[in-house]
């Protein structure tokens, strides 16, 4: 069984200058840190997911209203645990809920203490420094001055990435998946149009909406958008041979014909179950915009390595050969980076059919290089 534990951040600063009021920060351990405190793993989940890795953790977090049965598992069960890549039984294991989450942690559906109403579009732009930093009280919490490893898929890649660079003394190893550099033209424009599809839901309200109904036609939509570059296409219309469901709720004149439009209306709707729509928006604003030169503020690609040469960081890159969300060819730029700053670096190429959420589906083709490293 896993528990959700709950740290308080005071006013916490942002970089963009302003501070959230009465933050604080959802998350949860596995495994037992030794007394040397030096065994300690921080995990950074993906776009969507939750502070919840591993186990089984039934009981909604405290205050949480979007905590649905496909939450009641880890997202990552296959990969963290006793005996396992990531294992408990030699490592603890630390993973939080993102600031401007909404499974505990403090975001735009939290209560803002000083006007007694959810924050809604008076909650701050962030930046992924800010989801790093809110980290740092967390290891002090526990008295972890060094990280054994830190790591993390996806968005989570992204975040692991800038821990490093900005806070390179407090890690050892990095293990970044299926993430980049910084985002592409190309990934712009794709959470563009999921930026556009919440903001005209005629519910959103510029994002006061929790009085008056959730704009879930158009999270619904931006989750439709992205999820075509989270599933390659072969497994996509593996899952998708199923019956034809109808959908009176989103649509009026068009008839839902095949099997894949139903399986992507079903995926949509779903999500809004269990995710806000402004978390949603704060997560794939800070996505759009993110450079690790910015992030670490740095002045060029070459300077920011170089600092984790200096803490004898040791690199662990995955790429996903069909990955259509973060290309290989966005890690290649990363590996090209380290290995020009001197940076001891191993970059594994993933062969798989499962595209973006491979490092979800399949833990056999990851666990080996993991354990080697963690070894």
């Not at 006013?11 to 009021?21: E, M, R, T, V």
């Not at 401007?100 to 203490?113: D, E, F, K, R």
């Amino acid at each position: 069984m896993t528990t959700t534990s709950f740290l308080p951040l005071g006013d916490f600063p942002l970089k963009a200058g302003s501070s959230l009021p009465g933050a604080q920060l959802a998350y949860a351990t596995w495994g037992t840190l030794n007394e040397e405190k030096s065994n300690a793993i921080l995990l950074f989940h993906a776009l969507s997911g939750t502070h919840h890795a591993s186990g089984t953790h039934p009981v909604p977090p405290e205050g949480c209203e979007l905590w649905t049965d496909e939450l009641h598992g880890g997202w990552w069960n296959e990969m963290v645990g006793p005996g396992k890549a990531v294992d408990t039984d030699r490592f603890f294991v630390i993973c939080s809920n993102y600031l401007g989450g909404c499974y505990g942690s403090t975001g735009p559906a939290s209560i803002n203490p000083e006007t007694g109403k959810p924050f809604g579009s008076t909650f701050p732009h962030l930046n992924a420094s800010d989801l790093v930093d809110a980290n740092l009280p967390l290891l002090d919490h526990f008295g972890i001055e060094k990280l054994h490893t830190v790591m993390g898929p996806s968005v989570g890649g992204l975040l692991t990435l800038t821990f490093a660079t900005r806070h390179p003394g407090r890690t050892k190893n990095v293990i970044p998946i299926a993430s980049g550099f910084k985002t592409t033209v190309l990934n712009r424009l794709i959470l563009f149009e999921q930026i556009l599809a919440i903001e005209n839901d005629q519910y959103f309200n510029g994002g006061d909406y929790y009085e008056n109904g959730n704009p879930r036609i158009g999270l619904a939509l931006a989750r439709m958008i992205s999820h075509k570059t989270f599933v390659h296409l072969d497994t996509f219309e593996k899952r998708a041979r199923q019956k034809v469901v109808h959908e009176e709720e989103m649509l009026s004149w068009f008839q839902v014909r095949d099997t894949f439009q139903s399986y992507m209306l079903h995926q949509g709707k779903k999500f809004t179950e269990r995710f806000d729509a402004n978390t949603y928006l704060r997560i794939i604003d800070l996505w759009s915009r993110y450079n690790a030169v910015t992030e670490g503020e740095a002045e060029s690609p070459l300077e920011l390595f170089s600092r984790c040469r200096k803490a004898g960081h040791k690199f662990l890159v995955f790429s996903i050969d069909s990955d259509f969300c973060f290309y290989p060819e966005e890690q290649a730029e990363t590996v090209t980076h380290l290995e020009k700053a001197g940076v001891s670096t191993i970059h594994i190429t993933v062969h798989s059919v499962k595209g973006h959420d491979s490092f979800l589906l399949e833990p056999e083709l990851y666990t080996p290089h993991i354990r080697e490293i963690l070894a």
